[in-house]
């Protein structure tokens, strides 16, 4: 599903850019049963759609450290690696 | 040429049994439901000179012409991307065929046994590493994204959902054939029932059937030499705006199933009702595709059944929704949740008993509906819907 081109110019040339890990949670999602047995977050767990402050994009992410979960809550990004995984993951939290 | 009543469905057939328990495996049961297809509309399975599915699967066309033993295959189409979303495409697209002259005698199908491709709750082979990662494994997961938004930010009220589950199992109850048959469903019931994926009941989500389902489509002239109440194909359109849902969650309309339009693109709902040349309001009846309920809830708001926002819980009310009498019955004989789930074509076979008057909850009993729609998968990245129609309305 990744693009190879950008959508907008269908430049190849694409490349990494620095942004802050910081957004608001557009909408969420929670899991109450495990359909994943490889996944270290146990049910219920809330996957978040954050739209990140500094362009106009949706990331997908598991939210960490939160009892509740709303659209327009402020949430900052983390990188957790789970022990099971060789990839390092991008998941949320409230905003401090 | 037009493509406005071309075409008609001639005979259906809908065999499902509990998931796991299919008498014959994926192609044994399509090639039962074929026969009996075409037994229905009085047509020689060998006059079969096309098929057209969705959603994937190895029963392709020139497997089945050698199975059937056709005389010529001319049409084999499956429609790309978008699992139940393209349903309703694979008929239009047999439709298509049979208006341009390509092909004269189209089957439309799905069929789907467990033991041949196990079952949908770990949908790993569709959903990648964008998603995965993130506990995203199920269809379930992404249409509750779609529907926790249509819920808290639109402001569709969660009864909206409630009342097109408790409609279905009404419906059911006069459908012996009905996984939920003899198992009416409450509010209670429904309200204190496990989240699965919050906003998800368990009561929201389709049920899993093995079956086959097999529509067989002719040129309208040819339906009315044979023994039938033709469903003729007034209008139909398979698409998506944007990039709906292939763009990783970041597509504008979010919180439609898809088939609404831009204002420089109409979308799939509006090209149905434009080439019918019928209102939303003028519709007899709707079978609406419910992977989930909300979903379909958003499906009924962008085909214009049904206004957006709070104010579909006021028109979404149970007595609306349930046929003889309804403003707008869905779902006749259960639908997914209630009845059966062969990706959801066993909706498409409600469609066209409506319109021949032999639905177990029929609208406008003695005569039959003189339009049906039936509206394919929602929230996944091709939509589509096709209106059928009585001789009535050519």
Known sequence: ?96 | MTFRGSAAVVGVSDQHYPRGKGPRGERGMLVEAILAACQEAGISPRDVDGFTSYAGGDNSGPVLAAELDIRELRWSTMVWGGGGGGSAAAIVTAAAAIASGQADCVVAFRSMAQVSTGRLGYAKYYFDHQYLPHGISTPAHVCALRTQRLLEHDGVPRSAMRNLVLAAYHHAQANPEAAAYGKPLTAKTYDESAYIVEPFRLYDCSRENDGAVALVLVSAERARTLDVKPAYVLGGAQGSVGAYAARNENDSAYTTAGGSGTSDSPGVASRVWQQAGVKASEVDVVQVYENFSGPAVASLIDHGLCPPGPAAGDFLTLDNLIAPNGILPVNTSGGNVADSFVNGMGLAVEAVRQIRGTSRNQVRDGSGADTSLYIGGPMAPIHSSVLLGSEKTL
């Open chain 1, 1 to 96: 599903m990744g693009t190879v081109t950008c959508p907008e110019c269908w430049s190849f040339n694409v490349e990494w850019d620095d942004v802050r890990p910081t957004g608001t949670v557009y909408t969420w999602a929670r899991s109450h049963r495990d359909f994943m047995t490889e996944l270290d977050v146990k049910a219920p767990y809330v996957t978040v759609l954050v739209e990140l402050d500094d362009v106009p994009i949706r990331l997908l992410g598991i939210l960490v450290g939160a009892g509740s979960v709303a659209i327009g809550d402020r949430v900052t990004g983390v990188f957790q690696k789970p022990d099971n995984s060789s990839w390092t993951i991008l998941r949320w939290e409230p905003a401090a």
